[in-house]
Nanobody, 121 residues
Framework: QVHIVESGGGLVLSGGSLRLSCAAS????????MGWYRQVPGKQRDLVAA???????NYADSVKGRFTISRDNAHNTMYLQMNSLKPEDTAVYYC???????????????WGQGTQVTVSS
């Protein structure tokens, strides 16, 4: 069984910062890409940032220069440092992890429960 736990959401003023964390635990053999999506009510879930196990990153244009993704591979943990936050960043942020649970298994995507980020003007 795999557990994905997020933390760090909350309420912040426009221009402020938050740091989200995502930790994967349980029956994990190998972790590959880790990333963040966000979703507002009535809209699709959009990619915010992702990082491969090799360190390559991908960011949505709307967050480039403001958000930074990082990870601690030894602890299967990922972070999203969010600076210069704007009201339009308000959303539920979901962590995802692509991993295998056994050496011969296929890669599967696991999701966290989501954490609310609210940016007030």
């Amino acid at each position: 069984q795999v557990h994905i736990v997020e933390s760090g959401g909350g309420l912040v003023l426009s221009g402020g910062s938050l740091r989200l964390s995502c930790a994967a635990s349980g029956s994990i053999f190998s972790v590959y890409t880790m990333g963040w999506y966000r979703q507002v009510p009535g809209k699709q879930r959009d990619l915010v940032a992702a990082m491969t196990d090799g360190g390559s990153t991908n960011y949505a244009d709307s967050v480039k220069g403001r958000f930074t993704i990082s990870r601690d591979n030894a602890h299967n943990t990922m972070y999203l440092q969010m600076n210069s936050l704007k009201p339009e960043d308000t959303a539920v942020y979901y962590c995802y992890v692509i991993l295998t649970t056994v050496s011969w298994g296929s890669r599967q995507r696991y999701w966290g429960q989501g954490t609310q980020v609210t940016v007030s003007s």
